[in-house]
């Protein structure tokens, strides 16, 4: 029933003015109702999208909330930093990132930040 449906994410923000700022700055996204206080939505490629809401819960959670898919993961991890991004370094049995990258055994590739609300997001290449 929903393996075929476009998914979408929702995060929180302490501070949504912050993070509609980060998100244009850093990350080159404007909402589509950037008149609304309250929450802003997103849209990326192939029709999908996010929202990102204001609440107090912000910056708990300690896993990836959400992701992008890209062809080039290298030179965007490069073009972010030249924006300021600051990317995660982990140390895991089964995951180690160099440079802000880990390579799995598959070939994929992923490196995560945090957005200035502190959730965790990832880019990843596949192959």
């Not at 501070?15 to 990350?27: C, G, N, P, T, V």
């Not at 991890?77 to 802000?100: A, M, N, Q, S, W």
């Amino acid at each position: 029933m929903l393996k075929d449906q476009q998914v979408g994410a929702v995060l929180p923000a302490q501070d949504i003015a912050r993070a509609r700022a980060y998100y244009s700055e850093k990350l080159g996204l404007d909402p589509e109702n950037p008149d609304d206080g309250d929450n802003l939505q997103y849209r990326c490629g192939d029709s999908t999208g996010f929202m990102v809401y204001q609440t107090s819960n912000a910056g708990t959670a300690k896993n990836t909330q959400m992701g992008w898919t890209v062809s080039d993961l290298k030179a965007t991890v490069e073009e972010l930093r030249g924006k300021g991004v600051k990317f995660e370094d982990y140390d895991f049995p089964g995951l180690k990132t160099e440079d802000g990258i880990a390579t799995m055994p598959d070939g994929n590739s992923a490196a995560w930040f945090l957005d200035s609300e502190g959730n965790i997001l990832s880019i990843n290449q596949t192959g």
